[in-house]
């Protein structure tokens, strides 16, 4: 029996054909064939070569071998079924010894997945459906296998887009907040708005400032507020710095509350954001481009508790979910808002006589005209790892972290930047040779101190053996951050990057 999708869709001869296997290379010259034309032939062709005289690896016989005796539309013991592709890691695949079986297993599934997507887009009776729904399901951060929501926007509600990157999905926030309390602002551009007044923690993005320069609202119009010892935006000084800008006469239209902070993975306490933004009647927006995958993560999306209040949410699949840049969605909870900010109906694209339902164009949504398909590698991403894949990649990391942090706390020579557990994978710390360790003068300790973590990460990248990143944050001086996104690092990794800073660092 052919196997599901591409393959079934064949038609005449596909019952108890084993060459419908999707894994076989003749079931893909079968399938070019579909394809008319040019596209048709090349692929053939491409397929065909040496099909006869094909002098396969060992491997690849028995992968092909494995496949062919499987219709694996239940469960068996066909090399697909045994690979467990949430827990494949680039290291596992070639140029790995023993990598041949897992690479060839992978690809595979790569393509029947992405023929199964061609497939179905080429199909008249489907491509609206795909194309829209696609997008619009997963901006709305919706998945297949549980049709939960993830965010818990009340009924289903949301709106959003993918963007090109963190950056601008926070800029698209502040552009529909200033539209919904201004709408005028579109036409009539920034002198029909008073001077309005945007509010951030002092530990937030910089793109909250570019977004306000950009967009005309200028950065003296970003109201840095508070964070505490741990990096948290302090809920009383926020309100206390909205008071203070309306009685200047200021206009506040936008607070970004920071759900994962780049340098210490903060999360800012979005309940108490959201009372203030709700009295004082101000757009919420939730900046999770770091931390907002945490969503996906039964244990650690508590942290987010608050984010469905928020009117707005910038989250990164690039970032903790390892999806290859550019993946990010600013996501709105009012529908419609986007569309009406943004649309000028260039009558040229989105023709209002066209033949199908028209809420299916969504392009006019976004400020770019052609672009990629950002959801695409999002979409076969899950597809392949599934929402509980994708969980158990981004507990392992905070579960390393935590590791990293139990180990160097109270390490001799290790001190950390902040008391207690970090909320994200962010561990941040000083390593201080033994030559600083005991210096009683605090002013030579703090300047010495500054210059070890730009020393030892030079020495990291001349060794080439590791390389984590530093910085200065407020009036602290140059200090580690370990931020650990890929899960496929080890415990064994972690052991060895606290031996290597040791060892770089000893002579200080
Ligand atoms: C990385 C980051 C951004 C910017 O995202 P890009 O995709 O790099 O543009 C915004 N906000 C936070 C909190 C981030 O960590």
């Known amino acids: 029996m052919a196997s599901t999708g591409f393959w079934s869709r064949e038609g005449e001869n596909a019952a108890g054909d084993s060459n419908q296997s999707p894994s076989t290379p003749r079931a893909w010259c079968l399938a070019a064939q579909k394809f008319t034309g040019d596209l048709g032939s090349k692929l053939y062709a491409l397929l065909n070569v040496g099909e006869g005289n094909k002098t396969a ?226 757009w919420m927006h939730v900046d999770g481009a770091w931390g907002g995958s945490l969503l996906m993560s039964r244990k650690h999306r508590w942290k987010l508790d608050g984010v469905e209040r928020a009117n707005s949410v910038t989250w990164n699949p690039h970032k903790m979910m390892s999806v290859p840049l550019q993946s990010s969605a600013l996501l709105v909870r009012e529908e419609g808002l986007m569309q009406n900010c943004n649309q000028l109906q260039a009558c040229y694209l989105f023709q209002q006589d066209k033949h199908y339902d028209l809420s299916y164009d969504t392009g006019d949504k976004a400020l770019q005209c052609g672009r990629h398909v950002d959801i695409f590698k999002l979409w076969l991403m899950w597809r392949a790892k599934g929402t509980f894949g994708f969980e158990a990649q981004i507990d392992k990391c905070l579960e390393l972290s935590e590791y990293l942090y139990n180990k160097i706390k109270d390490r001799e020579g290790y001190e950390m930047v902040f008391d207690g557990k970090p909320q994200h994978t962010n561990v941040c710390f000083w390593y201080l040779p033994p030559g600083i360790r005991y210096l009683e003068d605090k002013e030579e300790r703090r300047r010495r101190l500054h210059k070890v973590a730009p020393a030892i990460k030079a020495r990291m990248m001349e060794n080439g053996t590791t390389m984590v990143s530093y910085q200065p944050q407020g009036d602290k001086v140059n200090f580690f951050r370990m931020v650990i996104s890929n899960p496929a690092a080890t415990f064994e990794d972690i052991d060895f990057l606290i031996e290597e800073i040791d060892r770089l660092g000893q002579d200080l």
């Open 57 to 282: 690896s060992s491997a690849t016989k028995k992968v092909l071998a494995a496949s062919e005796n499987c219709d694996c539309n239940k469960p068996c013991n066909c090399s697909k079924r045994n690979l467990d592709l949430s827990n494949l890691y680039s290291t596992d695949l070639l140029p790995a010894s023993d990598g041949d079986l897992a690479t060839i297993t992978f690809l595979q599934e790569v393509v029947d997945l992405m023929l199964a997507y061609i497939v179905t887009s080429f199909d008249r009776s489907t491509k609206v459906h795909i194309r829209g729904r696609a997008s619009v399901r997963a901006a709305g951060v919706r998945h297949s296998e549980e049709d939960e929501e993830i965010i818990g926007w009340q009924d289903g509600q949301g709106d959003g887009i993918f963007s090109p990157g963190g950056a601008i999905s926070n800029m698209y926030a502040m552009l529909v907040a200033r539209f919904k309390m201004f709408p005028e602002v579109k036409e009539k551009g920034m002198s029909s708005v008073p001077r309005l007044a945007a509010f951030t923690s002092e530990h937030s993005h910089f793109s909250i400032k570019k977004g306000a320069a950009a967009l005309g609202i200028g950065t003296d119009s970003v109201i840095c507020i508070k964070a505490d010892e741990s990096g948290k935006m302090m809920p009383l000084d926020l309100e206390r710095r909205i008071v203070e800008a309306k009685q200047k006469g200021l206009v506040p239209f936008f607070v970004s509350a920071t759900a994962g902070t780049t340098v210490y993975g903060a999360f800012d306490p979005l309940h108490a954001v959201a009372d203030i933004c709700k009295k004082h009647n101000i």
